[in-house]
């Protein structure tokens, strides 16, 4: 069966790392493909292909929309179906809870939701982070805050997860997570969908 894979986690976690190596995980049966989400946040330089950003208002054929900080995100579901039905895995970034439990819910048993965790938030760290990647001290601490509230949000609705990675150590130990989750994912050849 295939499965939409869900990401969660704060800034700085490693979820655009994970992306990386659940596509370079791609074999047989598993073709992941990453759906971008639409942003009304500015586009900043570390944005990766997973994330549309800058958009004065997300577009109209955006269904799935959440609200986080005075910013909104939205995904096309339909893009969504439309890699199901090639035989593909899509994978999404999704910070808000009740976005993870949308999906989980219109789409029934097809999902496997992930957080990726790699500390409890820090302050230091945070700013130390966005030092790096040119962020502004009100950024840092906006961010830092988000953090938070995601940690709580997360131990909150712990059920919604079906696995947690554990990103505090080498990226490979990371990549051995994800491995092991693609593993874990069964591949049912009479889908439907499933690419010939």
């Not at 900080?69 to 039905?85: A, F, M, N, T």
């Not at 953090?147 to 990371?174: C, G, K, P, S, W």
């Amino acid at each position: 069966m295939l499965k939409v894979i869900t990401l969660t986690g704060p800034s700085g976690s490693g979820k655009s790392t994970a992306i990386r190596y659940f596509l370079n995980n791609a074999k047989k049966k598993f073709f992941p493909k990453v759906i971008a989400k639409y942003s009304t946040r500015l586009k900043r330089n570390e944005d990766g292909f997973e994330i549309k950003a800058g958009y004065h208002t997300l577009p109209e054929n955006c269904d799935l929309v959440y609200e986080q900080y005075g910013v909104r995100y939205g995904l096309v579901l339909q893009e969504i179906y439309d890699s199901l039905s090639k035989g593909e895995s899509p994978i999404v970034i999704l910070n808000d809870v009740r976005a993870v439990e949308d999906i989980r819910s219109l789409l029934n048993g097809l999902v496997k939701s992930i957080f990726i965790y790699r500390s409890d938030p820090n302050i230091k760290q945070t700013k130390s982070l966005a030092k790096k990647r040119g962020i502004d001290i009100v950024e840092a601490d906006r961010r830092h805050q988000k953090a938070m509230a995601i940690y709580r949000i997360y131990i909150e609705n712990i059920h919604l997860f079906d696995h947690v990675i554990i990103n505090r150590y080498t990226r490979r130990e990371l990549s051995t997570q994800v491995k092991k989750i693609v593993s874990s994912i069964k591949f049912d050849k009479h889908w439907p969908l499933q690419r010939k």
